[in-house]
């Protein structure tokens, strides 16, 4: 095993770490998970990069913590969503981040399962989430709209007798292939516009997965593979929440856990490079000047800018995540069918994904620049690693290009103009642009008009 961190103390020291917004059993749970990393996890995350291997054995080994915000009858951890940051920072500071993100979406799948769950669901699934270790994630992207994640313009679903038939086109599913259980999003049966979303819970032998395609830059353990569940016929009681409340699941469970726990993840790869950075500087002398590489002002600003800036980003997402617990009584309260609660902050997790997304990418490089050559070699350091699954952080949707706009825009305009799902004529544009038309080509426009309308 390749030392990056000896232990957890030889890095970035913990008076760094924002631990008011902690408890004491919250820091004591840290306290055991770090370890589980540094036994279970960072020694097998250099060869699962390099090997394209799904992190089985290390999310088994998070134990209890596979259903922390899970209430403890049901062998969860009833933790809330401080805690969900706290342990997702983790396992990309001290573990590995593709075990990080498939965390992350196994419990983004958790919590769509949650929010609305069926005795069946309880007894089949989420009471099973840590005694039989089955692992979750979320399916949403479709192959036809990209990075519109939440618009699955090509799946579908028809109520037929026994249940319903689903069909659903994913083009990125992290952990795919490889799940336990999805939680996934379809038009509803019916559906009339592209808010009317439903979800389900499929099992692993129902769908038919492209894992094999993963082979990425980085987060190369999370196999975010293509994933295809064809017309299958599902009983009744695998609906998830009501027949077009898709919408507000997005709102209320998906991107709220999303959206704090991958900032988390990005923030946590910031913190390991940091981390690295440290130990490596402070060790490594120039016997012709007799420094140490952490003795140049120029290394010190570096890092001293890395810690700051990524430490405004951490008390951002818990800060965020103290709002959401408070509404929630620390995340174990079951909310009323479309109640908004988390779902009212959801332009501040916009800007939290940003914000941490952007920062990862800027402090992996910047780390990597002041640990010098020895960093962008695979070995001893792995910084390498870190540098790679931090560029993930600005593509993964909701992109940070996407993110930006939905944030101007809002602020611009009201969220209504954000349009999500296209249906919001920009009667703007269409005065623009046919004012620059000739008589004729108006008329002609307006004959095509006519007749699509005369087609309903
Ligand atoms: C490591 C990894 C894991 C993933 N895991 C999952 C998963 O588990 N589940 C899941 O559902 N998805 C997952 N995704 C998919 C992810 O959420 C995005 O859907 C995907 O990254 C989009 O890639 P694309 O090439 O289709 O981008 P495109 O949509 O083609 O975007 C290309 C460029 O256009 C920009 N762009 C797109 N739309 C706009 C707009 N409206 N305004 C301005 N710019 C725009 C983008 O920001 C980008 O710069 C994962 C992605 C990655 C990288």
Redesign the pocket.
Known sequence: MAVAVENAKAGLDPMFNPDWFLTDEQKQLREQLIEICEKEIRPRAAQNDRELIFPRESLEALGPFLGLTLPKEWGGLGQGHAMLVATTETIARYGCASTA?CFT?HMGAVEALRLTATEWQIENVLKKVVSDKMIG?????D?E?????WYPISSGARKVEGGYEVLKK???????GFADWYVLQTTSPEFKAYSDLTCWLVFNDEVESGHAEWD?M??RG?Q?GSLLLDWKLLPEERMVGAVGDGAWSNDEAVDPFFLISSSACWNGISLGAIDICIQHTTRKVHKDVGMRVCDYPTIQDSVGEAIIDTNAVRCMDYSIAAAMDAVTDNGQRQLEQSEYARGNYLHWLWQLKFAAAKNCGLVVDEMLHSTGGTAYKKSPLELERFVRDGK?GW????????LR?FVGKTALLGMESLDYWNQVVNERSIKNETKKMTPEQKKALAEELLAEAAQG
């Open positions: 993100m979406m994630t979320l399916s949403y992207s192959p709209t990209g990075s519109h994640f994913s083009s990125w599913t992290t952990s795919g990425a980085g987060l999370n975010s993930a593509v993964m949707g909701p992109t940070n290009e996407v706009q």
